[in-house]
Structures are given as C-alpha cells and as structure tokens.
C-alpha cells in the first residue's frame, strides 16, 4: 500500500471516533463515498463512532439512507475522512474545520501543491469511490454488502455507467463489489427511473441549448425550473443531455443556485482540457470533466469564451 494511505488508514484504526464528509453538490461519487466508508467502516470497527453527513440529491434513488445528524462536539473530538475533494471551501459541512484533524482520499487535480493535512489522490482514477474499494480491498481483503453498494453506485455514476472509463481495472473493482451482493438491477431501476419532472426538464433542456463554437450549452434560471417544480439538486447535474450534440467536442451545463451563484458544469470528449478552463475560473475537476462556480449569468460568455480556447491533448 502507499505510504500515505497506509499513514490515514493507521491514522482512521487509532481513532475512537471519524466523521466521513463530502463536497458541496453532492453527486453519486460524493454520496457513494462518504455512505460506502461509513458502513465499511463500521463493519470493520463495530465498537468505533462511524458518522456520515451531508445532504443527497434526489436523482440517486430512493434507496439512500439518511446521512447522520452529528453535534459540534462530536466532530470536534473526531477525526475528519475527507472524500472525493480535497477544497476545504467546498466541503458541504463546513464543520470540518472543527475537527481534531483530517485526512483526505481524492482523485481530483489538486488546486494546489501543498496541503495541511494528509491526501491521498489518484488523478487517473474514475472515481474516488473506485480508490475507496481498492484500499479498502487491499488492506482488509473484503467489503460488506452494504457498504459496497454505495462504492458501486459511485462508480457507475461517475463513469457514466462505464461509457466514460470502461478499462479492465475499473470493470475488476465493479465486477468484485458486484460479487458482494450488489444488486445492480435494482440499482439501475433507481438511476433511471423518471418522473413527469424530470420528463418536462429535460424537454425545457432541449428547446433552450445554443451553440457557441465548440460548445454546446444550457443556461438554466432558479424561476425557470422552479416553474417546473424541481429545487436546486434536481436541476443541476445534466450537462450530459447535451453530450456530444452535433459532434460538437465540448458541452457546458449553467444552473443558477438558491444563493445567486451559478453552477458551472463542463465536459468534453476527452480531447480538450476542462480542468484548466474551470481553473481560471476558481474551479478544477479531471481533464474531460470539471466545473467551477460564477457570481452571476454575466460570466457565461467568458467561460464559452475559455472553452473555445480549451488546450487541445489528443
């Protein structure tokens, strides 16, 4: 094992107590990692405080168990597992500035080279969830049932149900959470299964994209899908609908939040760099997908401006 993943999993085996959180937005990576390591976790250590928090978008499923309410206090004398991010800023519980201390496990570009506490990253991972299980694999030789059910969740999900990265390591990891006791058609009934919301969401999508170059985008207000009967989470996370449109190479997804702020999404065929136009704008992510956030619709034209200067890799 690497040396700094054996140093946080030494570090996740002395504490008494570890409060698991994810990032802002949560999508099923985010949830997959931070409810995957809570019930290893405990399965693991039954006499240790295993916490989970965060929120958890409704497009996931049914099937979601609710995250933990946890005190001050608690996460104060706790150790903080950071997944899927390593930004403090975009942590969803900013609590985790309270912690005792805090170790990370990311597979994102970091925004920086220098962190004040323990990160392990993999940038070529498909999910952070992926680097969950194979740790966890490694080091303990097996993963519950439960626990690997919201690993595989991340791993589908963010893989794009493995359109994205179908290499034989990504499909072994699956394939051996799969033969925990995953029951993946269940699963799948839930990631796609629609309600006259998101049917009419996805119809508003279609009649209001534009191109610019070689973009393909969307601008979404809070009083258009509020009109629709969809709150912030449901009306954010859809940049793929517009995936490859036209043979166009890039596509970008703009959600205004209950904050003013706008949800920036990118993506790309993997042929153009995302992750350094969302850099320029505060933002960071993997080269093909990453996003950013904006102060207001204003900025739109200057990130379609960027990505029509995205790098060209391949």
């Known amino acids: 094992m690497n040396e700094i993943a054996k140093q946080i999993f030494e570090k996740i085996e002395k504490a008494d107590s570890i409060v698991i959180f994810g990032h802002k937005s949560p999508d099923g990576d985010c949830v997959g990692s931070v409810m995957g390591m809570k019930y290893a976790l405990s399965d693991y250590f039954p006499k240790k405080h295993i916490y989970a928090v965060g929120t958890h978008p409704e497009y996931l499923g049914r099937d979601i168990d609710k995250s933990d309410e946890v005190s001050d206090e608690v996460i104060a004398s706790s150790l903080a597992l950071l997944v899927d991010l390593s930004d403090l800023k975009r942590v969803e519980d900013q609590r985790i500035n309270m912690a005792k201390e805090i170790v990370c496990v990311d597979h994102h570009v970091p925004d920086k080279d220098e962190y004040e506490f323990l990160v392990y990253r993999e940038v070529d991972a498909p999910s952070a969830t992926y680097i969950l299980a194979k740790l966890l694999f490694e080091r303990y030789g097996h993963i519950c049932a439960k626990a690997s059910k919201y690993l595989f969740l991340g791993l589908v999900t963010d893989t794009g149900r493995f359109q994205f990265d179908c290499e034989q390591d990504t499909l072994e990891i699956g394939g051996k959470l799969i033969s925990n006791g995953v029951d993946y058609k269940a699963l799948y009934r839930e990631l796609y299964r629609q309600n006259s919301k998101d049917l009419r969401y996805r119809a508003f999508i279609y009649n209001h994209f534009a191109f610019s170059g070689l973009v393909t985008y969307c601008c979404v207000s809070k009083k258009e899908y509020e009109a629709l009967g969809l709150e ?19 596509w970008a997804f703009f959600t205004e939040q209950n904050d003013g702020t706008i949800r920036v999404e990118l ?48």
């Open 232 to 250: 912030q989470n449901e009306a954010s996370g859809k940049v793929n609908l517009l995936s490859l449109l036209d043979d166009h190479p890039i």
């Open 267 to 314: 993506r790309s065929d993997g042929r153009y760099n995302m992750q350094k136009v969302a850099k320029q704008f505060n933002g960071g992510g993997h080269i093909p997908a990453s996003g950013c956030t904006l102060s207001s619709f204003d900025r739109v034209k200057d990130v379609l401006e960027a990505l029509n200067k995205a790098e060209l890799i391949a």
